[in-house]
């Protein structure tokens, strides 16, 4: 082990950087083994202290910004979250001269691609291992673990506070809003939710997978997002009946065609290993060619389960400034001058079955005509199931499974069974992953 310590500046002590804080003061000893050098936190830049972390006589400055000056750090850790401060932040750090470790999604799938080439201008790099599914491995099993191979698909849930909310609502037949204010008292969910339940959350995460996967630059306005507040209790249900779970999926798939990049919810077969994710942990498939399928599990949110991650890409940092340089990894895994222009397949050329739930009249002729309606844009139905109407009601639900078809298609198909007379409302869908390779 060298003798001179690798210095590091912590900025922000909220839930991730004050456990950030505690791991690497419990753990001093093993982190700086296995980085071969001594890690110390030479300074700590927040507005406030933070009572769950004992600084000690660690030196705080309120200034965040004194932190990507000061000459003795050299890895700078932004855990402040956001676009505004946050990038300015770590621009000043990268221009300075100081490495990066950042579990900031937002910040890397909006902003990556211009911080990524700022760092090989200075030459330093940005480490993210904590950006993307809290404490699982994600990112260097991407990067390092499956790089030979190519990688067909990943499909991931990739948002605990979603993943809660489906769990609680298949588990209890809950109701979206019940549950909903459940997560926010139990802060799983932030006051407004809306990038978690809508989906922006996997989709920052999504595009950051789909780019170390398929070596490609970061293109998150490319991600279909579609979120979960639109499902009900009786969606959970009836996809049980069918032998499906319904999860909320970021998937990214790479073809001859192009690239899917898209958030939405999926009904999944109940024996697969991801419609068995429960609660608010985090999991993504991989299917490589080489390897086949592997499933990374985990813990994807927590102050110490996304501080393993942080300190994991401080360890990866320490060993490189103390032994050297020549075990560095790109930050996408690719050259940057390799990075592939990928076309992006447009989400009406993407092709699923489907799962479809109307409400239609109950009288001879309405089923004939709407399956007539899906046989004129080429799409059978695999599975039907039709309930009795309720005393006194005229019209049923009727829940449909579909074979794969585009999502064009079935936008037709769809607005001409909405336009008859005998359909009520709107026709809920929900895409069907096999997840089978």
């Not at 200034?63 to 000061?70: H, K, P, Y």
């Not at 221009?95 to 799938?109: E, P, Q, R, S």
């Not at 709407?370 to 199931?385: D, R, V």
Request: charge should be negative; aromatic fraction near 4%.
């Amino acid at each position: 082990m060298t003798s001179q310590a690798v210095k590091i500046g912590i900025c922000g002590l909220g839930t991730v950087g004050s456990g950030t804080f505690n791991v690497l003061s419990r753990n001093a000893e093993a982190i700086s083994a296995r980085a071969q050098a001594n890690v110390e936190i030479a300074l700590v830049g927040a507005r406030r202290d933070n009572p769950a972390c004992d600084l000690g006589d660690t030196p705080v400055s309120r200034d965040i910004f004194e932190v990507a000056r000061d000459p003795q750090v050299q890895v700078l850790v932004e855990l402040i979250g956001g676009t505004g401060v946050a990038r300015e932040l770590v621009e000043e750090a990268l221009a300075n001269g100081k490495h990066v470790v950042t579990a900031n999604k937002a910040l890397i799938a909006e902003f990556g691609n211009e911080l990524f080439a700022l760092a090989q201008q200075n030459n330093v790099v940005i480490r993210y291992e904590a950006a993307v599914a809290g404490g699982i491995p994600i990112i260097k099993a991407l990067r390092e673990g499956l790089a030979g191979n190519r990688i067909e698909w990943l499909a991931g849930i990739i948002n605990g506070t979603g993943n809660f909310i489906l769990s609680e609502m298949r588990d209890k037949g809950r109701d979206f809003a019940d549950v909903l204010a459940e997560a926010q008292a139990l802060g799983y969910a932030e006051a407004d939710p809306t990038f978690d339940v809508e989906g922006v959350d996997a989709a920052h995460k999504l595009v950051i997978l789909a780019s170390l996967a398929f070596g490609m630059p970061l293109q998150f306005s490319s991600v279909y997002t579609e979120g979960i507040t639109r499902l009900t209790p009786d969606d959970v249900e009836y996809a049980e009946e069918l032998g499906y779970r319904i999860k909320h999926l970021g998937v990214a798939k790479q073809s001859d065609r192009g690239v899917e990049l898209r958030v939405h919810p999926t009904l999944i077969p109940e024996a697969r290993l991801l419609a068995n994710v429960n609660g608010v942990k985090n999991a993504v498939l991989v299917e490589g060619d080489a390897v086949g399928p592997t499933l990374y599990y985990g813990a994807g949110a927590g102050a110490e389960p996304t501080a393993s991650a942080v300190v994991a890409d401080i360890v990866d940092l320490a060993r490189e400034i103390s032994v050297g340089q020549n075990c560095r990894v790109p930050a996408l895994g690719f050259a940057a001058d390799k990075l592939r222009d990928l076309p992006i397949l447009p989400m009406q050329e993407v092709v699923t079955p489907w799962y479809l739930r109307m409400e239609a009249e109950d009288r001879p002729g309405v089923l004939s005509s709407i399956t007539a309606i899906f046989s004129e844009h080429g799409i059978s139905i695999e599975a039907l199931i039709q309930k009795a109407p309720a005393a006194g009601e005229t019209r049923v639900p009727l829940i449909m499974l579909t074979n794969a078809a585009a999502q064009g298609n079935m936008d037709e198909a769809v607005a001409t069974i909405e336009a008859l007379d005998s359909v009520s409302g709107e026709v809920a869908r929900i895409r069907v992953e096999a997840l089978d390779g």
